[in-house]
């Protein structure tokens, strides 16, 4: 409650003592006693009023206008409610939320799974020991369910996701911002980048802009928007912390993907959502964490996204080239080490370079010449040192592309010419 104005203390509503009137004028006296009584009495009611409309209505200025001007303080003045004006707040991530917000959809997907089990009545232990090993079970089917994000690439209803989020998927339903609910049909799936394309029948969606990741910079602003841990709409913001982190660094080394680094917070169920830069424009698609560890997400390069993403719509699959071949990357350390195993047949005379170690029987690189014990030290003219290179530089070309490969085998130079197989043929 606020405290009552100047003049309004206990000493005026008790008020002081009255000097005595002059004997020479009592009427005139008794007569002014009245009127000041009756001028307190009239403000206290008004005050008491005043502070009553405050309880209910927060002290509108209506209430505060009716107070008598008996203090020569300035007195608090509350705003008018019908002016006071509601300014959203503006920052360039709300910007970006408010027109890429839409864009960003939910995926849920259902798979039904076999899993074999006792028959109710038969899981006693004493029944376990009798028939030991051979006893009975059945077949039960259960449904595994799973939840995660993705974005529209087009207007007319196509979505990417992480192919992980689809993955063995028999029903896939997409939610748009707006609420409403749709089947999706996958159109293709590629693991080996854990890309994905879903289509919905609908039409006039709003659909994101991409942007050129290979000029992605570290310190850029990173802004994430997906479905962490079923929160739907979430927003987190960080700054792209790294860029061309390897499969093998992120710990997925199945993968064939050089990730961005952001420190942007990811949790599951981001997966398959947009990484944006601060103009709203989709620089990668958000897909790993690193468990027990903060302020480590990683993306795919929209790049990656939309080349895998033309394929799955244009062909259902996409063909990846390889060699057929392991590698480890040379040092005097390595080096040592292998030419110390007695096992090993090899002996390496280099200190840097690829080493292959295995080469798959039949694979292009057999019938290419490649040996276990070879060091590549060059394709297509340029120097490689580290296992990533030779894989970026074969995932660079297309199936049935011929490669020249500069290699050292026992010290002495050769070059030889392999043509690139399909992944998984």
Same mark, same amino acid.
């Given at each position: 409650? @606020? /405290?009552?104005?100047? %003049?309004? $203390?206990?000493?005026?509503?008790?008020?002081?003592?009255?000097? #005595?009137?002059?004997?020479?004028?009592?009427?005139?006296?008794?007569?002014?006693?009245?009127?000041?009584?009756?001028?307190?009495?009239?403000? =206290?009611?008004?005050?008491?009023?005043?502070?009553?409309?405050?309880? #209910?209505?927060?002290?509108?200025? +209506?209430?505060?206008?009716?107070?008598?001007?008996?203090?020569?303080?300035?007195? /608090?003045?509350?705003?008018?409610?019908?002016?006071?004006?509601?300014?959203?707040?503006?920052?360039?991530?709300?910007?970006?939320?408010?027109?890429?917000?839409? &864009?960003?959809?939910?995926?849920?997907?259902?798979?039904?799974?076999?899993?074999?089990?006792?028959?109710?009545?038969?899981?006693?232990?004493?029944?376990?020991?009798?028939? $030991?090993? @051979?006893?009975?079970?059945? +077949?039960?089917?259960?449904?595994?369910?799973?939840?995660?994000?993705?974005?529209?690439?087009?207007?007319?209803?196509?979505?990417?996701?992480?192919?992980?989020?689809?993955?063995?998927?028999?029903?896939?339903?997409?939610?748009?911002?707006?609420?409403?609910?749709?089947?999706?049909?996958?159109?293709?799936?590629?693991?080996?980048?854990?890309?994905?394309?879903?289509?919905?029948? &609908?039409?006039?969606?709003?659909?994101?802009?991409?942007?050129?990741? +290979?000029?992605?910079?570290?310190?850029?602003? &990173?802004?994430?928007?997906? !479905?962490?841990?079923?929160?739907?709409?979430?927003?987190?913001?960080?700054?792209?912390? =790294?860029?061309?982190?390897?499969?093998?660094?992120?710990?997925? &080394?199945?993968?064939?993907?050089?990730?961005?680094?952001?420190?942007?917070?990811?949790?599951? %169920?981001? #997966?398959?959502?947009?990484?944006?830069?601060?103009?709203?424009?989709?620089?990668?698609?958000?897909?790993?964490?690193?468990? !027990?560890?903060?302020?480590?997400?990683?993306?795919?390069?929209?790049?990656?996204?939309?080349?895998?993403?033309?394929?799955?719509? +244009? !062909?259902?699959?996409?063909?990846?080239?390889?060699?057929?071949?392991?590698?480890?990357?040379?040092?005097?350390?390595?080096?040592?080490?292998?030419?110390?195993?007695?096992?090993?047949?090899?002996?390496?005379?280099?200190?840097? %370079?690829?080493?292959?170690?295995?080469?798959?029987?039949?694979?292009?690189?057999?019938?290419?010449?490649? @040996?276990?014990?070879?060091?590549? @030290?060059?394709?297509?003219?340029? #120097?490689?040192?580290?296992?990533?290179?030779?894989?970026?530089?074969?995932?660079?070309?297309?199936?049935?592309?011929?490669?020249?490969?500069?290699?050292?085998? !026992?010290?002495?130079?050769? /070059?030889?010419?392999?043509?690139?197989?399909?992944?998984?043929?």
């Amino acid at each position: 409650m @606020r /405290t009552p104005p100047q %003049g309004y $203390g206990s000493d005026d509503v008790k008020g002081r003592p009255p000097e #005595s009137p002059s004997p020479k004028f009592p009427v005139l006296s008794y007569l002014l006693v009245f009127l000041v009584g009756g001028a307190v009495a009239w403000g =206290a009611t008004e005050v008491f009023s005043s502070h009553s409309q405050m309880g #209910s209505d927060l002290g509108t200025s +209506e209430s505060q206008e009716r107070l008598p001007a008996v203090s020569a303080e300035a007195p /608090t003045v509350t705003p008018r409610t019908e002016e006071a004006q509601i300014v959203p707040p503006s920052n360039f991530v709300a910007d970006v939320v408010t027109r890429v917000g839409p &864009a960003v959809v939910r995926i849920d997907s259902e798979r039904r799974v076999s899993a074999r089990s006792l028959p109710p009545g038969l899981d006693d232990p004493m029944l376990r020991q009798f028939f $030991g090993f @051979r006893m009975p079970d059945a +077949e039960q089917e259960r449904v595994q369910q799973g939840s995660g994000s993705g974005f529209i690439l087009s207007s007319d209803g196509k979505i990417v996701t992480n192919a992980h989020v689809i993955d063995g998927a028999d029903s896939v339903t997409v939610t748009l911002r707006d609420g409403r609910s749709l089947e999706g049909r996958v159109l293709g799936t590629d693991p080996v980048t854990d890309v994905a394309v879903v289509q919905i029948e &609908a039409e006039d969606l709003p659909a994101v802009r991409l942007r050129d990741s +290979e000029g992605l910079q570290p310190g850029e602003w &990173a802004i994430a928007i997906g !479905n962490p841990l079923g929160l739907d709409n979430t927003v987190t913001t960080g700054i792209i912390s =790294a860029i061309g982190r390897s499969s093998s660094e992120v710990g997925v &080394a199945d993968k064939r993907v050089d990730f961005i680094q952001t420190d942007a917070a990811i949790n599951p %169920g981001n #997966s398959g959502g947009p990484l944006l830069d601060q103009d709203g424009q989709v620089v990668g698609m958000n897909t790993a964490i690193i468990q !027990n560890a903060q302020g480590l997400g990683f993306a795919i390069p929209i790049n990656t996204v939309a080349r895998i993403a033309e394929e799955l719509i +244009e !062909n259902g699959r996409v063909d990846h080239p390889f060699l057929g071949i392991q590698m480890v990357d040379l040092s005097p350390q390595v080096k040592e080490q292998v030419n110390r195993d007695q096992s090993q047949a090899l002996r390496v005379e280099e200190d840097e %370079g690829v080493l292959i170690v295995q080469v798959m029987p039949g694979s292009p690189a057999d019938e290419g010449g490649l @040996r276990a014990g070879d060091v590549i @030290r060059q394709i297509e003219g340029d #120097s490689v040192t580290s296992a990533e290179e030779v894989q970026q530089a074969v995932s660079r070309v297309r199936v049935g592309d011929r490669l020249r490969i500069d290699i050292s085998r !026992n010290g002495s130079p050769e /070059t030889l010419e392999v043509q690139t197989g399909v992944l998984g043929d």
